[in-house]
């Protein structure tokens, strides 16, 4: 068997669309504010908390951010678990990986993660004769 390019990433969250944080007051009171039929106040913020403090939380849902993450699959299944999200995942049946990317778990030891990159490379390996 060929030995594969193997690489060990790191988790990483990475904002790709940052809209300012006056931006996402406006949105969110602007939605808000459409539920009461009020008009805009002086102070959004003041206004949000309001609605936070009475469990009126569904205007926040209308601000939306995009964020690239790089994970684990137990990190994947828990932010899947939210209703706040829509995620777009890296299919592992259509991606034809020059390098296999590994992520070594939280809470591996260090006496263990060689051997952990052991059998990254021995499950590389194996893709490719597959392959």
């Known amino acids: 068997m060929g030995r594969g390019r193997m690489r060990i990433v790191e988790k990483s969250v990475e ?13 969110v009171e602007s939605a808000a504010r459409n539920c009461y039929n009020s008009r805009k106040g002086d102070n959004p913020e003041t206004f949000i908390r309001g609605l936070i403090k009475r469990g009126h939380e569904s ?23 939210h209703r706040l999200t829509t995620l777009c995942v890296q299919s592992q049946r259509y991606v034809k990986y020059d390098d296999v990317p590994f992520i070594i778990p939280d809470g591996l030891s260090k006496e263990h993660e060689e051997s952990f990159k052991q059998m990254c490379q021995f499950t590389e390996d194996s893709y490719r004769a597959l392959l």
Do not use: G, H, W
């Open 59 to 81: 205007p926040i849902e209308f601000v939306n951010i995009t964020v690239k993450i790089t994970c684990d699959r137990s990190c994947l299944s828990q932010l899947s678990r």
């Open 15 to 27: 904002l790709v669309n940052a809209p300012t944080y006056e931006d996402m007051l406006d949105i």
